[in-house]
């Protein structure tokens, strides 16, 4: 099946969805998506939306912040853009229903994470991913122009230089092939301008708190069309994830810690205060560093947080979604501390984009956590994620419309999938072993703490799956598993050459061969340019 379209926008979290919204009252926009519309990591975020919003605050300690947190690596424009662009984009949500909790009818209730040094989280109370993403879906089936495709997974993009013999423009993005997960069948979509906003790639390791769907499919994507890819080393691992044998890595809010949540060793000790002067509301690297430190020093399964000194009535008012879930664990937060471990989150790296959004390939954008546009540098401050997604998405829409009148008169007709002598797959063992082995070879040797020989170790492995996986994916008829475990592997790959090239620790990279921080070689990005998308070399 073929469809042309104005806009094909690949994901339906606030990156996607904001983007859609932005866009259709201008033209015909495919929304394609692997689960129901509201899967997403938007949907699962708790803290909030950083932005100045409070007399007493300022842009120029918002943009401090995010560059302390990112160890002086973010784009000092870009978080001066991102940061002021910020009040006006947050309108944009709140004109589509978006209800944050108030402090009064006047006056919204703004909350505090780590290394923000003022009140300045918008939230709805603890799940203000799920009512953002509410009311964004609800604008969004509401729109005539939007047409939902649900459990479609996008295979690859087309690019001109990969059709066409005539190639006026040959880095120009013409579309995707989208695979329809129910009924097995490719699709083709040309477009005029296409969106990743497929999210991150938590999945690569086997402990996240990120959604199935993250397995990094647009940078993947992204980079084999050959998009730039940046930074892929700062994987964040947040800090607080509940520890449970039946708890699917649940995020307990870092908001917790804002309101005056404790860490404390088993024993009772509050142990942040040996690792930093913010004690626990230190950067998001430096907790996730100690609390490892303190898991392995005495050999405990997690560290706990502490909240009970605030009362139930603070508690079960400001975290009723926490309070419920851990309750559901058999864990009452108001009585006792909460078991915690640290768990992949964020992305900080991804497709390179500029101050549009645009990444090196023309009308190819990345936005949201599948981009790198220098905000979050080594590290991500808490709460900016969902304003990046947010502010360009509106930067990425604004410039597409200006771009929309000059590619009416492109022909973007694209040929359709061919899918060879490919077979349905006797042998899904090979797809589900080596997911497995990806995962776990993160986790252990691509963790918190990295060195090169761990680093290596994991490269080798991924380089052999990978060779096996270039050896049967034409052979099989693409399923979802397939697609992902190419993706996850090629992103696997990605973050162990970042990690290995960058020989000193920063933010979220920290290796014991290069302990120390080195502006004078290392004050850069880590750069790896996108595959040669002609000689299909990955
Ligand atoms: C949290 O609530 O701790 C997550 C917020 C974020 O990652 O920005």
Redo the contacts with the bound molecule.
């Keep these: 099946m073929q469809v042309t379209t104005d806009f094909l926008i690949i994901g339906s979290g606030i990156a996607g969805l904001s983007y859609a919204l932005k866009v259709a009252d201008h033209g015909t926009v495919s929304l394609v998506t692997k689960r129901d519309i509201d899967i997403s990591a938007t949907q699962l975020?708790?803290?909030g939306i950083a932005t100045v919003f409070s007399a007493v605050d300022s842009f120029s300690s918002h943009a401090e912040d995010t560059m302390v947190a990112g160890v002086q690596l973010s784009n000092p424009d870009i978080v001066d853009l991102v940061v002021e662009t910020g009040p006006e984009a947050i309108n944009d949500l709140i004109n589509w229903g978006v209800q944050f909790s108030r402090k009064r009818d006047d006056e919204y209730d703004l909350t505090r994470?780590g290394g923000h040094s003022h009140r300045r989280i918008l939230h709805a109370k603890d799940a203000t991913g799920r009512e953002i993403e509410r009311a964004l879906v609800e604008a969004a089936l509401k729109h005539p122009n939007i047409t939902l495709y649900q459990y479609h997974i996008a295979v690859d993009l087309i690019t001109e230089n990969k059709i066409s013999q005539n190639k006026i423009d040959p880095n120009h993005c013409l579309g995707a092939y989208v695979l329809n997960i129910k009924n097995k069948q490719v699709m083709t979509f040309g477009a005029k301008f296409t969106v990743l906003a497929t999210g991150g790639a938590g999945k690569v390791y086997l402990f996240t708190c990120n959604p199935d769907i993250a397995t990094g499919d647009g940078v993947a994507i992204g980079w084999r069309a050959g998009a730039d890819v940046a930074n892929m080393e700062f994987m964040q691992f947040?800090p607080t994830t509940l520890y449970h044998p039946h708890a699917k890595s649940f995020?307990i809010?870092?908001?917790v810690r804002g309101e005056g949540g404790i860490l404390r060793r088993e024993d009772g000790h509050p142990f942040m205060a040996d690792y930093h002067k913010l004690k626990d509301l230190a950067p998001r690297d430096i907790v996730a560093r100690a609390i490892d430190n303190e898991m392995k020093k005495t050999g405990s399964d997690s560290v706990f947080l502490d909240i009970t000194h605030k009362g139930a009535d603070f508690i079960k008012e400001h975290f009723p979604m926490i309070y419920t879930t851990c309750l559901g664990f058999g864990i009452d937060m108001t009585k006792e501390p909460i078991p915690v471990v640290p768990a992949t989150?964020?992305l900080c790296g991804g497709l390179c984009a500029d101050e549009n959004g645009e990444t090196n390939i023309h009308n190819l954008f990345a936005i949201g956590e599948v981009a790198c546009t220098g905000l979050h540098g080594a590290n991500r401050l808490?709460?900016?994620?969902l304003l990046e997604g947010i502010v360009f998405a509106k930067k990425a829409a604004d410039i597409s419309l200006t771009r929309l009148g000059e590619q009416n008169s492109r022909n973007i007709s694209v040929p359709p999938w061919d899918c060879g002598n490919a077979t349905d797959s006797d042998e899904e063992v090979i797809v589900s072993h080596n997911w497995d082995e990806i995962r776990r070879s993160m986790w252990n040797y691509v963790g918190i703490v990295r060195s090169d020989k761990r680093l290596q170790r994991a490269m080798n492995r991924i380089l052999m799956i990978q060779k096996e996986i270039d050896q049967y994916y034409w052979d099989f008829l693409l399923t979802s598993d397939l697609i992902e475990l190419r993706n996850i592997t090629t992103v696997a790959r990605l973050i162990v050459q970042s990690a290995l090239s960058r020989h000193e620790s920063r933010g979220l990279h920290y290796t014991i061969d290069y302990p120390e921080l080195d502006d004078e070689n290392f004050h850069h990005d880590t750069i790896i340019p996108g595959a040669d998308p002609e000689k299909n070399t990955e």
């Design positions: 975020a708790q803290g994470e947040h995020l809010s870092e908001a989150h964020y808490a709460s900016n994620s």
